[in-house]
């Protein structure tokens, strides 16, 4: 794909964008969302977040693949419940990770 492709491609998506961002507003105008979609729009962030954790964890390409990250990110999730400090969790996940790689069982 040619440089002036891959611009145009990038301007297109970029005002797919704003048309899909200001479609909201323009549609709601000044007006309150109604308390049951206020609700599903709230739990929106948290179910985003929690399918790109997966989607990060879970696959490898193409094909599900559970490895060395996927162990990594268990840990995380694991020691986040249990309400431990942020760097720790980056550290112990991370060491886990790196761990497991060096002893080969990833890939």
């Known amino acids: 794909m040619s440089g002036g492709r891959?611009?145009?491609?990038?301007?297109?998506?970029?005002?797919?964008?704003?048309?899909?961002?200001?479609?909201?507003?323009?549609?709601?105008?000044?007006?309150?969302?109604?308390?049951?979609?206020?609700?599903?729009?709230?739990?929106?962030?948290?179910?985003?977040?929690?399918?790109?954790?997966?989607?990060?964890?879970?696959?490898?390409g193409d094909r599900l693949h559970v490895g060395a990250d996927t162990a990594g990110v268990a840990v995380a999730g694991v020691l986040l419940w249990r309400r431990v400090p942020l760097l720790l969790v980056v550290l112990l996940a991370a060491a886990v990770t790196a761990g497991l790689r060096a002893a080969g069982v990833d890939r």
């Open 6 to 60: 891959v611009w145009l491609l990038i301007a297109l998506v970029a005002a797919v964008t704003v048309l899909i961002k200001g479609a909201g507003p323009a549609a709601m105008g000044a007006r309150q969302l109604p308390p049951d979609l206020a609700r599903v729009v709230a739990l929106l962030a948290s179910a985003l977040l929690t399918a790109l954790v997966v989607t990060q964890a879970l696959a490898d």
